[in-house]
């Protein structure tokens, strides 16, 4: 699967953004499970959002109420919309996926259990 961010920013606190994730896939099966991932330096990237193949989505506890993922099969990008932004939201964030399986990974996962991942877009809320 190749994947691609864009959309992030600067923002001030309670301000809003969208990331976008370009997803496609060049050989093979186009059922993919896609997630959103962020890290700030010296920690280990966290997942925050997560959808399956049916759309269902799951987010961490720190972002539920505030982020939203939404896919956009048609033209192949995965939206993260980020609303309320805090200064602890700031991060790189990825997009990663992974050809399940079975069920996809869930929103706790961890990072080695998807093998694709976008280059980051930076995300940086300001108090």
């Known amino acids: 699967v190749q994947l691609a961010e864009s959309g992030g920013g600067s923002v001030e606190t309670g301000g809003s953004l969208t990331l976008s994730c370009s997803h496609s896939?060049?050989?093979?099966?186009?059922?993919?499970?896609l997630a959103w991932f962020r890290q700030v330096p010296r920690k280990g990237r966290e997942a925050v959002a997560a959808?399956?193949?049916?759309?269902?989505?799951a987010f961490a506890d720190s972002v539920k109420g505030r982020f939203t993922l939404s896919n956009d099969n048609a033209n192949n990008q995965l939206y993260l919309q980020m609303n309320n932004l805090k200064p602890e939201d700031t991060a790189e964030y990825y997009c990663?996926?992974?050809?399940?399986?079975?069920?996809?990974?869930?929103?706790?996962?961890?990072?080695?259990?998807?093998?694709?991942w976008g280059q980051g877009t930076q995300v940086t809320v300001s108090s």
């Open positions: 959808i399956s193949i049916d759309g269902t989505t």
């Open positions: 990663a996926a992974v050809f399940p399986k079975g069920d996809c990974p869930s929103v706790q996962s961890g990072t080695w259990e998807w093998p694709y």
């Open positions: 896939v060049v050989t093979g099966s186009s059922r993919y499970c």
